[in-house]
């Protein structure tokens, strides 16, 4: 078995679709010391038959019941595989949208968390204001606001729901920081060690967690 120090490091990357993480991802890859894999909702989507889609990226709201025993597996499985990763000394960064608004509580963030409790992880929480959001989804997909000029209910669901509980070990905003000085807040933390009590209360607090 390796030992906790030759363990690979894990960040975890939570926030909603179009807040930034992919991008980050790609810039701890390029700018953070040692290899560093690349795990997340675009790599599972990519693996997932089409008639299972979105799989793990299932929005908040329950309008897939079908679904989410098939997310439940994923998303462990996921997990089992960052671990595996961790334990033969390489790097992980994991690009995620955790929620709990399905039709049935999954609690799935504890329990992934639970999965690698004997490895360091840093919990990171991707914020980004809504204005800026929008103007990313316009650019990226064409798809702005409803016709009422509202902003979508699924996109205000993602917003409220991928941040609770709320514990983190580091809060970035993309609509203040650039990729750039969102990856060096990160080695920051990571070349510190200021991290891992995220975890640690997600999964000391599990049975309440898989209440909000």
Excluded at 31 to 44: A, E, H, K, R
């Amino acid at each position: 078995m390796t030992s906790e120090h030759e363990l690979g490091k894990i960040v975890i990357l939570n926030g909603p679709p179009r807040s930034g993480k992919s991008t980050m991802a790609t810039k701890i890859q390029e700018q953070l010391g040692g290899i560093w894999m690349n795990f997340g909702v675009d790599q599972m989507m990519n693996m997932t038959p089409k008639q299972y889609q979105p799989g793990i990226g299932l929005r908040p709201g329950g309008e897939r019941p079908d679904l989410e025993p098939i997310v439940e597996k994923m998303y462990l499985s996921l997990y089992h595989s960052i671990a595996s990763f961790s334990r033969t000394g390489l790097n992980v960064v994991v690009d995620v949208g955790h929620h709990n608004f399905y039709r049935k509580p999954l609690n799935l963030l504890p329990r992934c968390m639970k999965i690698l409790e004997n490895h360091p992880v840093a919990f990171v929480g991707v914020f980004c204001q809504m204005d800026e959001l929008m103007n990313r989804r316009i650019k990226t997909w064409g798809k702005g606001y409803d016709e009422n000029g509202e902003v979508p209910e699924p996109v205000e669901r993602w917003q409220k729901f991928v941040h609770e509980p709320g514990i983190y070990d580091l809060e970035i905003n993309t609509s203040i920081l650039n990729p750039d000085e969102s990856v060096a807040k990160i080695q920051n933390m990571l070349s510190r060690q200021t991290f891992g009590v995220a975890k640690q209360e997600i999964i000391n607090g599990g049975s309440k967690l898989g209440q909000y």
